[in-house]
């Protein structure tokens, strides 16, 4: 976490990683944004100063995004050992908007906070970060999770296999499962995985298109930017220095492409907001990547990302094999 006097966040020891990871997974057009068009990874800022909690944005994801929510197969397979593999169902629970789920990649936040004598009423966006150097890209063992070169960290959905390691190493938890759908139900439905990890994926498609996230088109308040990193973090620092405002996410996690802007101190935020299952906090968070047995342990998983390509075929190979069957 930053206030306007921060430096530049560090670039992170495994970004080459990470994009190797997921190339073959996740092949990347050259993109042209609103911004214009970069090299760089692209960042969204948002200003909670501007954020009306209208909840525009989260419609406009939902429509945007429907045609790739989960389609899950019934009744689901019964997974061992019942103690370790929970099912993880909201099928039934489409129109839950008040944290992540597997059919809700953005929701809203709102927090009440006393700061300097005054109450601000603050709504937080709350979706992916799309680390810089993300851990769930970084530490999938099938490379189900990849990071683009224009800074989208995506889950290929046909590899994988719902295990959320990706929850488990992200800092904020989200990704969110659903069972009953993926590659798992080809290969060993009782005893792999149990469904597929879901998240934001920053509308890859629409900025593939030259457009922009369905998010940032809908809001009415101008609340998001999107731009090159570099002059996304500019624009942050010369507006957090003429408001007196806090930056969040420039450092998080070795940074993100995710920033807020604030009028108060997070970790203020971070007191008011609810936390919990699906509903991320505002806490400081250290690079994860940074840890040298993590470095470790990511390197010695990159082969495995190779098999990913391997597993696609063998599925398509069954979901093939088992439609002829059915024709015979």
Known sequence: MSNKNSGISRRSFLKGLGAAGGAVLLPVRETAVAAGSSDEELCTLLDLSKCIGCGECVSACHE??????????KPYPEMY???RVKIEDWSGRRDVDDRLTPYNWLYIQSAEVEFNGEIHEVNIPRRCLHCRNAPCANL?????????????VRINEEVCLGGAKCRAVCPWHIPQR???VGLYLRLLPNFAGNGVMYKCDRCYDRIADGGIPACIEACPEGVQTIGPRSEII????????QNNMFIYGEEEN??????YLSP????LLNEAVEKGAGKPGLSPVEDSMADEEKLAYAVGIAPFAGIAAGLIKAGNYFASAAGRKDND
Do not use: Y
Request: hydrophobic residues 25%.
């Open 64 to 73: 945007a995004n429907e045609h790739k929510f989960p389609k899950p197969d």
């Open 140 to 152: 999938c063992p099938w490379g189900a999770a990849g990071k683009q070169k224009n800074g989208i």
């Open 81 to 83: 050992p019942k103690s």
């Open 178 to 180: 659903q069972t009953g």
């Open 264 to 267: 108060v101190p997070f970790n």
């Open 234 to 241: 500019r624009k942050a620092h010369e507006l957090a220095e």
């Open 254 to 259: 070795g940074g993100t492409n995710t920033l």
